[in-house]
């Protein structure tokens, strides 16, 4: 199962000019359309532990949806994120102008979005690490 995740992407604009807007999602293409290259919002897979930001990340590609946008795209731009069942997520999602909310969440069995707490996803890598590495090799 495939579910959708929906971000708004505020801000993504501001203040550039309309060469400097241009010159921006040249860049963004050039990094992969990921949105993560100097914005507020993202999504990344899970993949691991890592000593340095706590957990390894891939992060998502986006597709994005201006037909909501106001004339300088500070609002109304969406990304969307297609997640995969089976997989854990941290997304990145700005609220306001000075909020943003990064939660985790997995995709369950009928397609809906489900929050997962910190502690959820620590025991998800320990589940997976073990099952992982009991594996004859080849099989994993």
Partial sequence: MKALVRVECIGDNHGL????QLWWRFLDRLTGGTGSFRNRYW???ITGLDPRYKFARRFLLCK????????VGTRGVYAYYELDEGK???VSSPRSWNRTDR????VGLDGDIITMA???VLAWLKSRSVSTSTMPPGNG
């Fill in 17 to 20: 000019s309309p060469e400097g």
């Fill in 43 to 45: 999504a990344a897979e």
């Fill in 64 to 71: 994005k949806d201006y037909r909501q946008a106001n004339s």
């Fill in 88 to 90: 854990v997520y941290e």
């Fill in 103 to 106: 939660y985790f969440c997995r």
């Fill in 118 to 120: 910190e502690g959820e």
